[in-house]
């Protein structure tokens, strides 16, 4: 940066106006596109081009973009294929064809599992060599190449189907199907499944399916009536999602396509409570909770919306708490270290000084707001540069055309192989955000690439250059954070907090530009992160049968096959709520409401080190949702914290500020 544009920079921080703390603007909207096609195109045409990691996508038909952090991502990548879980199914490839199962949901001290333990094995008559030949937003096409049959497996779908392009033969090791009508039943332990279709025939363990056939099984869910099921067993053609912000509701609607007709669909805990859908069809069990088997061609349910805010309001705080701040962000200022090079803690970082250059234009401290957001802006300007990494090997962004994704150059937790850019990229657009909130130049400027690190993880319609909204899951209304899913347990996500925060940057980030389809597809995804953050992680219903045997408040590592308390870094259990909490940002409104569920959490959380420990400035955080009084105790402990207690991420004044802003 020039000595010129570094004075006009301190200029501008000095002269513009406090950015408003609390974006609680009403959105309001559709399933719009979000992003111009063309536009897309030239902004991933000005980036450096990469050959990306091999990440062994054998399984993918060509012309496919590779389905990087699905439920069904362990089918495509790797030297074998993963179990994965379409709820309420486990289901696994094998060398010889395909097996299913209906988990058999059992919980421990530390862990709710689901295995694949297959009761249902299907063996095609040559070795099958399978492919993902089609995905969308709920269902996955695997194409054995060698006998040109298909199977169709969708997310909240009964129903397994194989639609056979020549006869067929299969054998059903260990399970003899016995005729019942026009339809074949088999049980199996406790489980008993059913076979229907067309151009099918079974007899003992040999099912026969005509050319242009198809078989479809399901498992009778408990309490179900066979005949309802049976006749809705049609098959799947695919699935599409669409949405409705108004104000305080999102609304998610979830549609198959089939056939001929309505289907059946298993909706989960967190829908069955947000929906006017007659679910009487039975009900299976499964690790996140019972599910209810609803009648229908569609599913819609409601979210609560959340703000995204760009920053704390402190304008209720009194003399003596903003002098005590404004101590402590001069020290902050003083001490900030220099910035990290990877997407992720470089990020992190990143939103760190974001909050505190709000804090400090709120506190009307022009000298830090100047240094902060100096600093900021000429790092982001790095970052931003769509040529730097043509000849920087840090601080910059390049185009993968293998993987087709952006990829920092410098990739902590294997982002190279697509882990985690939620929540990489999320810490980039919140600062981001928060920046060009007021300054429409920024924006424009830093547009050509922080706008592809929104599409990385948030394009409305796939395309060439990225599949539609790369994390998400509609159906389980939560993200996957691993690209390739090597897992036996399936896909996973720990920190669903910065999954909620990414949703949260993309929203300010779609604000500060203008893009209201982007705002409302934004606002939507944090509603529905939110929601089963909640539901699954945090909150949960202790009252359903499932947790019968879990000795714990929340579950901090959820995959499609198990629920964990534990993480990947750390057995304490202060990590395991902590990476619910960070980066307990000015929109983690979501995670309070329950006060005796919060305060049992961070008994749990404190139980072996009190507050003063790894993490402690985050469960103090959390523990103040709880109410007044836990607030003020958590302010009172907050204020002697060590350092060593307060995460890279976060700062002594925004821990104080946080828990200032709460107070009634």
Same mark, same amino acid.
């Given at each position: 940066?020039?000595?010129?544009?570094?004075?006009? +920079?301190?200029?501008?921080?000095?002269?513009?106006? =406090?950015?408003?703390?609390?974006?609680?603007?009403?959105?309001?909207?559709?399933?719009?596109?979000?992003?111009?096609?063309?536009?897309?195109?030239?902004?991933?045409?000005? +980036?450096?081009?990469?050959?990306?990691?091999?990440?062994?996508?054998?399984?993918?038909?060509?012309?496919?973009?590779?389905?990087?952090?699905? #439920?069904?991502?362990?089918?495509?990548?790797?030297?074998?294929?993963?179990?994965?879980?379409?709820?309420?199914?486990?289901?696994?490839?094998?060398?010889?064809?395909?097996?299913?199962? +209906?988990?058999?949901?059992?919980?421990?001290?530390?862990?709710?599992?689901?295995?694949?333990?297959?009761?249902?094995?299907?063996?095609? @008559?040559?070795?099958?060599?399978?492919?993902?030949?089609?995905?969308?937003?709920?269902?996955?096409?695997?194409?054995?190449?060698? $006998?040109?049959?298909?199977?169709?497996?969708?997310?909240?779908?009964?129903?397994?189907?194989?639609?056979?392009? !020549?006869?067929?033969?299969?054998?059903?090791?260990?399970?003899?199907?016995?005729?019942?009508?026009?339809? #074949?039943?088999?049980?199996?332990?406790?489980?008993?499944?059913?076979?229907?279709?067309?151009?099918?025939?079974?007899?003992?363990?040999?099912?026969?399916?005509?050319?242009?056939?198809?078989?479809?099984?399901?498992?009778?869910?408990?309490?179900?009536?066979?005949?309802?099921? !049976?006749?809705?067993?049609?098959?799947?053609?695919?699935?599409?999602? $669409?949405?409705?912000?108004?104000?305080?509701?999102?609304?998610?609607?979830?549609?198959?396509?089939?056939?001929?007709?309505?289907?059946?669909? %298993? !909706?989960?805990?967190?829908?069955?409570?947000?929906?006017?859908?007659?679910?009487?069809?039975?009900? &299976?069990?499964?690790?996140?909770?019972?599910?209810?088997?609803?009648?229908?061609?569609?599913?819609?349910?409601?979210?609560?919306? *959340?703000?995204?805010?760009?920053?704390?309001?402190?304008?209720?705080?009194?003399?003596?708490?903003?002098?005590?701040?404004?101590?402590?962000?001069?020290?902050?200022?003083?001490?900030?270290?220099? &910035?990290?090079?990877?997407?992720?803690?470089?990020?992190?970082?990143?939103?760190?000084?974001?909050?505190? #250059?709000?804090?400090?234009?709120?506190?009307?401290?022009?000298?830090?707001?100047?240094?902060?957001?100096?600093?900021?802006?000429?790092?982001?300007?790095?970052?931003?540069?769509?040529?730097?990494?043509?000849?920087?090997?840090?601080?910059?962004? *390049?185009?993968?055309?293998?993987?087709?994704?952006?990829?920092?150059?410098?990739?902590?937790?294997?982002?190279?192989?697509?882990?985690?850019?939620?929540?990489?990229?999320? &810490?980039?657009?919140?600062?981001?955000?928060?920046?060009?909130?007021?300054?429409?130049?920024?924006?424009?400027?830093?547009?050509?690439?922080?706008?592809?690190?929104?599409?990385?993880?948030?394009?409305?319609?796939?395309?060439?250059?990225?599949?539609?909204?790369?994390?998400?899951?509609?159906?389980?209304?939560?993200?996957?954070?691993?690209?390739?899913?090597?897992?036996?347990?399936?896909?996973?996500?720990?920190?669903?907090?910065? =999954?909620?925060?990414?949703?949260?940057?993309?929203?300010?980030?779609?604000?500060?530009?203008?893009?209201?389809?982007?705002?409302?597809? @934004?606002?939507?995804?944090?509603?529905?992160? %939110?929601?089963?953050?909640?539901?699954?992680?945090?909150?949960?219903?202790?009252?359903?049968?499932?947790?019968?045997?879990?000795?714990?408040?929340?579950?901090?590592?959820?995959?499609?096959?198990?629920?964990? &308390?534990?993480?990947?870094?750390? !057995?304490?259990?202060?990590?395991?709520? =902590?990476?619910?909490?960070?980066?307990?940002?000015?929109?983690?409104?979501?995670?309070?409401?329950?006060?005796?569920?919060i305060r049992a959490n961070v008994a749990e959380a404190t139980g072996t080190g009190g507050f003063s420990q790894t993490y402690g400035?985050?469960?103090?955080? *959390?523990?103040?949702?709880?109410?007044?009084?836990?607030?003020?105790?958590?302010?009172?402990?907050?204020?002697?914290?060590?350092?060593?207690?307060?995460?890279?991420?976060?700062?002594?004044?925004?821990?104080?500020?946080?828990?200032?802003?709460?107070?009634?």
């Amino acid at each position: 940066m020039t000595l010129m544009a570094a004075l006009l +920079l301190a200029l501008g921080a000095c002269s513009a106006p =406090a950015p408003s703390p609390s974006g609680t603007t009403e959105v309001s909207g559709g399933d719009a596109a979000v992003f111009d096609a063309t536009t897309i195109a030239d902004q991933v045409a000005a +980036l450096p081009q990469e050959t990306g990691h091999d990440l062994g996508a054998g399984r993918l038909a060509d012309g496919l973009v590779p389905p990087t952090n699905r #439920w069904f991502s362990g089918l495509v990548f790797g030297d074998a294929p993963m179990p994965v879980f379409p709820m309420p199914y486990a289901f696994g490839l094998t060398e010889a064809g395909f097996g299913f199962n +209906l988990p058999r949901v059992t919980s421990a001290e530390k862990v709710i599992m689901g295995s694949y333990a297959p009761e249902i094995n299907l063996i095609t @008559a040559s070795a099958p060599a399978w492919q993902v030949t089609a995905y969308d937003t709920a269902t996955v096409t695997i194409t054995d190449t060698v $006998s040109g049959g298909s199977l169709v497996l969708a997310q909240g779908s009964p129903f397994i189907t194989f639609t056979a392009d !020549a006869a067929t033969e299969l054998t059903s090791s260990g399970a003899n199907w016995s005729a019942d009508g026009d339809r #074949w039943t088999t049980t199996v332990g406790s489980h008993t499944y059913v076979l229907v279709g067309e151009g099918v025939a079974a007899s003992g363990q040999s099912i026969t399916v005509d050319a242009g056939g198809h078989a479809t099984w399901f498992a009778v869910p408990d309490g179900g009536d066979v005949d309802a099921l !049976a006749a809705l067993a049609v098959p799947l053609t695919g699935a599409s999602a $669409s949405y409705e912000v108004s104000g305080e509701q999102a609304s998610t609607t979830l549609t198959y396509a089939t056939t001929a007709g309505d289907t059946a669909i %298993a !909706a989960m805990p967190h829908q069955v409570a947000a929906t006017t859908a007659e679910c009487t069809l039975g009900t &299976y069990a499964s690790i996140y909770g019972t599910l209810s088997v609803c009648e229908g061609s569609s599913l819609t349910w409601t979210s609560p919306t *959340y703000a995204a805010n760009a920053g704390l309001d402190l304008s209720g705080l009194s003399g003596a708490e903003r002098d005590e701040l404004g101590q402590a962000l001069a020290t902050d200022v003083a001490g900030d270290p220099a &910035y990290p090079a990877d997407t992720y803690f470089g990020g992190k970082a990143l939103y760190r000084d974001a909050m505190l #250059w709000q804090i400090a234009t709120q506190l009307g401290d022009e000298a830090s707001a100047t240094t902060l957001r100096s600093r900021l802006v000429e790092t982001l300007d790095q970052w931003m540069d769509p040529q730097r990494c043509a000849s920087a090997d840090a601080f910059c962004f *390049y185009y993968d055309t293998t993987n087709r994704g952006v990829v920092g150059k410098v990739a902590t937790f294997d982002a190279d192989q697509y882990n985690d850019h939620h929540f990489h990229y999320g &810490y980039f657009l919140y600062a981001a955000g928060v920046l060009a909130a007021d300054d429409p130049e920024l924006a424009t400027r830093w547009a050509p690439v922080m706008d592809l690190l929104a599409a990385d993880i948030a394009s409305s319609e796939g395309s060439e250059y990225f599949p539609e909204r790369r994390n998400f899951d509609v159906y389980a209304s939560h993200s996957w954070a691993s690209g390739t899913s090597p897992f036996a347990d399936g896909n996973n996500q720990e920190s669903a907090s910065e =999954a909620v925060n990414a949703w949260a940057g993309l929203t300010l980030w779609a604000r500060a530009t203008d893009n209201s389809a982007l705002e409302v597809e @934004a606002t939507w995804m944090h509603a529905l992160e %939110a929601q089963a953050t909640r539901a699954y992680w945090t909150d949960f219903d202790t009252s359903d049968p499932i947790y019968e045997g879990f000795d714990h408040e929340i579950t901090s590592l959820v995959w499609g096959g198990k629920r964990d &308390y534990a993480t990947w870094f750390s !057995a304490e259990p202060a990590a395991m709520l =902590a990476i619910l909490v960070i980066p307990a940002n000015p929109s983690s409104q979501y995670l309070a409401g329950d006060p005796e569920r919060i305060r049992a959490n961070v008994a749990e959380a404190t139980g072996t080190g009190g507050f003063s420990q790894t993490y402690g400035d985050y469960l103090l955080m *959390y523990s103040a949702l709880a109410g007044e009084s836990d607030r003020a105790a958590a302010l009172q402990t907050a204020r002697s914290l060590s350092d060593e207690f307060i995460d890279d991420g976060n700062s002594r004044t925004y821990l104080l500020a946080f828990l200032m802003s709460l107070a009634d």
